[in-house]
Nanobody, 118 residues
Framework: QVQLVESGGGLVQAGGSLRLSCAAS????????MGWYRQAPGKQREWVAI???????NYADSVKGRFTISRDNAKSTVYLQMSSLKPEDTAVYYC????????????WGQGTQVTVSS
């Protein structure tokens, strides 16, 4: 089983910044991609950003230019730097990872709450 442990959520005012972290229990070499999703109350989970093993990344239009995804391969950790936060960014943020090899599959973290006050 692959464990993803998230941290960094909290309460911030609109316009502020937060950085989320997600540490995977697997080696970087087993991870094809890591990404972030979010789910606001009463809404479906939506994709936010993804970063691939080669380093390329993509973002949802709603966060493009405000959020930055990065990874530390040595630590098998992905980060989501969130800036210019808006109240509509309030959600539970989930990390996920696509793993290949013996433990092939898609894994999810437990989620971390981000609340942006107006």
């Amino acid at each position: 089983q692959v464990q993803l442990v998230e941290s960094g959520g909290g309460l911030v005012q609109a316009g502020g910044s937060l950085r989320l972290s997600c540490a995977a229990s697997e080696s970087f070499f087993s991870i094809t991609s890591m990404g972030w999703y979010r789910q606001a109350p009463g809404k479906q989970r939506e994709w936010v950003a993804i970063i691939f093993s080669g380093g390329s990344s993509n973002y949802a239009d709603s966060v493009k230019g405000r959020f930055t995804i990065s990874r530390d391969n040595a630590k098998s950790t992905v980060y989501l730097q969130m800036s210019s936060l808006k109240p509509e960014d309030t959600a539970v943020y989930y990390c996920n990872a696509d793993i290949w090899g013996v433990k092939k599959g898609t894994y999810w973290g437990q989620g971390t709450q981000v609340t942006v006050s107006s």
